[in-house]
T-cell receptor
Framework: QKEVEQNSGPLSVPEGAIASLNCTYS??????FFWYRQYSGKSPELIMS????GDKEDGRFTAQLNKASQYVSLLIRDSQPSDSATYLC????????FGTGTRLTVIP | EAGVTQFPSHSVIEKGQTVTLRCDPI?????LYWYRRVMGKEIKFLLH????????ESGMPNNRFLAERTGGTYSTLKVQPAELEDSGVYFC??????????????FGEGSRLTVL
């Protein structure tokens, strides 16, 4: 069983819509959760971190965590073409485990 | 502030040859990590240095892989002899000591290795 599961996509949304990216993890003891964004051919970049149940908002990004369901998500409001990238979910479980990433395309 | 730099950006070698990848972390970052992404798979941990010491090398696939960080600055990852399954993108990342558990890693752009 993979530590971190994500739908690989691709996920396409029109400009201005809400993009919803989902992730589940296997280690119930995990305490910290992260979303990285990776543009094609570039380095992964940390965009959000969340440590407690509930929502955490940063600009157009909202991370949501539900430890009981072992589920973490990322919402991108008012999606822009510049948001088109691969989004990697990462979970700290004595080490940092990544999902395979979801490729998001925002259509102008 | 310069980011994490990796060299080469792409290397194409034949099976059985040797390749050495280099990573220069952000200045002052004691923690240095190597990760690998095989096509279609997730980014997987290889090993972690704290300064010049190997903190965790549990992700190293086999003894064909050798990582060093002499002097606690840049690091090298040598693959000898390379096999076809070693193809992938090798990422280096660094972080401050007190951010080791926060997931706030700064990644390089990766070194793509193709073994023919």
């Amino acid at each position: 069983q993979k530590e971190v599961e994500q739908n690989s996509g691709p996920l396409s949304v029109p400009e201005g819509a809400i993009a919803s990216l989902n992730c589940t993890y296997s280690d119930r003891g995990s305490q910290s959760f992260f979303w990285y964004r990776q543009y094609s051919g570039k380095s992964p970049e940390l965009i959000m971190s969340i440590y407690s149940n509930g929502d955490k908002e940063d600009g157009r990004f909202t991370a949501q965590l539900n430890k009981a369901s072992q589920y973490v998500s990322l919402l991108i409001r008012d999606s822009q073409p510049s948001d088109s990238a691969t989004y990697l979910c990462a979970v700290n479980s004595n080490n940092l485990f990544f999902g395979t990433g979801t490729r998001l395309t925002v259509i102008p | 502030e310069a980011g994490v730099t990796q060299f080469p950006s792409h290397s194409v070698i034949e099976k059985g040859q040797t390749v050495t990848l280099r990573c220069d972390p952000i200045s002052g970052h004691d923690n240095l990590y190597w990760y690998r992404r095989v096509m279609g798979k997730e980014i997987k941990f290889l090993l972690h240095f704290v300064k010049e010491s190997k903190q965790d090398e549990s992700g190293m696939p086999n003894n064909r892989f050798l990582a060093e960080r002499t002097g606690g600055t840049y690091s090298t990852l040598k693959v000898q002899p390379a096999e076809l399954e070693d193809s992938g993108v090798y990422f280096c990342a660094s972080s401050h000591w007190d951010r080791m558990v926060t997931g706030e890693l700064f990644f390089g752009e990766g070194s793509r290795l193709t073994v023919l």
